[in-house]
């Protein structure tokens, strides 16, 4: 079946380091991929999104890259802040609609 | 953007009671919802698919007697933990996908619903 791993964390970073937090995904046919956030107490939101292989999804300097011949939607951000600190969740949406997650990395930004 | 409510957002209560956890989509429609349980920093686990006006579809080892879900229109979903214990103690997060227009077929959460069972 279809599936997400992505990069165990906690990640913690200093202000203004360089983000990235890798994902693959096994699927069959060709899913769509997304990236949600999670501040805490809160639901997700969804974050960049690419719908078809070499598609880029950016948001709020956040950018990630549909690569299919490497099977990941690793997510990148050149310069984080402390508003950043947040648990990323990586997903894809397959054929038949139904949404798998990864198990979600933890990113701490420190002033 | 489209907006999912959660109500209420926490509860707490006694073992063996009932809780309903409402999910409502509040400025668009939506066929199905979807319904979320995730364990302290853990991912999120599908717990079931509602889809409105029918009986809605659990995910293996979910039970469905324990959670019951109603989806009686197209903007209310509802998850009822029937005689809920400790163990079901956890973060609800349901979703409901958007069938028509900009968004068509998208995904959007609620902010959760965090229930404590004493």
């Known amino acids: 079946g279809n599936s997400v791993t992505q990069m165990e964390g906690p990640v913690t970073l200093s202000e203004e380091a360089f983000l990235t937090i890798n994902c693959t995904y096994t699927a069959t046919g060709y899913p769509s991929l997304f990236w949600y956030v999670q501040y805490p107490g809160e639901g997700l939101q969804l974050l960049l999104k690419?719908?078809?292989?070499?598609d880029k999804g950016s948001n709020k300097g956040f950018e990630a890259t549909y690569r299919k011949e490497t099977t990941s939607f690793h997510l990148e951000k050149g310069s984080v802040q402390v508003s950043d600190s947040a648990v990323y969740f990586c997903?894809?949406?397959?054929?038949?609609?139904?949404?798998?997650f990864g198990a979600g990395t933890r990113l701490t930004v420190k002033p | 953007g489209a907006v999912v409510s959660q109500h209420p957002s926490w509860v707490i209560c006694k073992s063996g009671t009932s809780v309903k956890i409402e999910c409502r989509s509040l400025?668009?429609?939506?066929?199905?919802m979807f319904w979320y349980r995730q364990f302290p920093k853990q991912s999120l686990m599908l717990m079931a698919t509602s889809n409105e006006g029918s009986k809605a579809t659990y995910e293996q080892g979910v039970e469905k007697d324990k959670f019951l879900i109603n989806h009686a229109s197209l903007t209310l979903s509802t998850l009822t933990v029937t005689s809920a214990h400790p163990e079901d103690s956890s973060f609800y997060i349901c979703?409901?996908?958007?069938?028509?227009?900009?968004?068509?077929?998208?995904?959007?959460f609620g902010p959760g619903t965090r229930l404590t069972v004493l």
């Open positions: 979703s409901a996908r958007n069938y028509r227009g900009r968004n068509y077929n998208e995904q959007f």
């Open positions: 690419a719908t078809k292989a070499d």
């Open positions: 400025d668009f429609q939506a066929t199905t």
């Open positions: 997903a894809l949406k397959g054929s038949n609609n139904d949404m798998r």
